[in-house]
């Protein structure tokens, strides 16, 4: 079975400052990886998700993420962030035979003007 | 595309009652959808996994009796929170996951049920 380590649960940030949010994981086989925004009472939103090939993967809203196979790493990155960014945000990971999504804990992250 | 919805966005019932929620995959067909639960400032936990015209499959913990899952067609999938409690208030969510998805799940924007 396979888990996810998201090692900040709060990420206070100025705006147009950038932010990178850390998700660890551990799995004994081949895995997708994927990171959702939530906005409160709000379902999820998926930013962006590695399933195979280049290792750095570009989402929507200018964030990117970084897979490290041997730090078991998917970091979460923005460059300059807006008050808009504030939300919860998810990493989550899957088997390649399985469907089944695990996440983390989840980060908070608020952007202050 | 891929968008899936959920019916309703906030419920209150009282205690007792059961309380149906409705996912829809509105423009893709869903093999599999998926059953969330949210506790305030907390992470998903997976309730449930459902494959049109089979039975759900429920995780550890979780009571099919309780929570009743039906998917009776490739865009619709139902939960069926039955004799509710307070203690079962949560922010209920799905997701869908097209046939070819690569595991990629859609999900719903979340039920809000509260139970008096």
């Known amino acids: 079975a396979q888990s996810v380590t998201q090692l900040d649960s709060q990420v206070p940030v100025f705006e147009e400052a950038p932010v990178e949010l850390r998700c660890n994981y551990s799995?004994?086989?081949?895995?997708?990886l994927f990171w959702y925004v939530q906005y409160p009472n709000q379902g999820l939103q998926l930013l962006l998700k590695?399933?195979?090939?280049?290792?750095l993967v570009k989402g929507i809203n200018g964030f990117e993420a970084e897979f490290n196979k041997s730090q078991t790493s998917f970091h979460l990155r923005k460059p300059s962030v807006h008050i808009s960014d504030t939300a919860e945000y998810f990493c989550?990971?899957?088997?390649?035979?399985?469907?089944?999504?695990?996440f983390g804990a989840g980060t908070t992250v608020t952007v202050r003007a | 595309g891929a968008v899936v919805s959920q019916h309703p966005s906030r419920v209150i019932c009282k205690s007792g009652t059961s309380v149906k929620i409705e996912c829809r995959s509105l423009d893709f067909q869903a093999t599999t959808m998926f059953w969330y639960r949210q506790f305030p400032k907390q992470s998903l936990m997976l309730m449930a996994t459902?494959?049109?015209?089979?039975?759900?499959?429920?995780e550890q913990g979780v009571e099919k009796d309780k929570f009743l899952i039906n998917h009776a067609s490739l865009t619709l999938s139902t939960l069926t929170v039955t004799s509710a409690h307070p203690e079962d208030s949560s922010f209920y969510i799905c997701?869908?996951?097209?046939?070819?998805?690569?595991?990629?799940?859609?999900f719903g924007p979340g039920t809000r049920l509260t139970v008096l």
């Open positions: 590695y399933l195979s090939g280049s290792t």
């Open positions: 799995s004994s086989v081949s895995v997708y």
């Open positions: 459902s494959n049109e015209g089979s039975k759900a499959t429920y």
């Open positions: 997701s869908a996951s097209p046939p070819s998805g690569m595991n990629e799940q859609f």
């Open positions: 989550a990971v899957s088997e390649v035979a399985d469907y089944k999504l695990s």
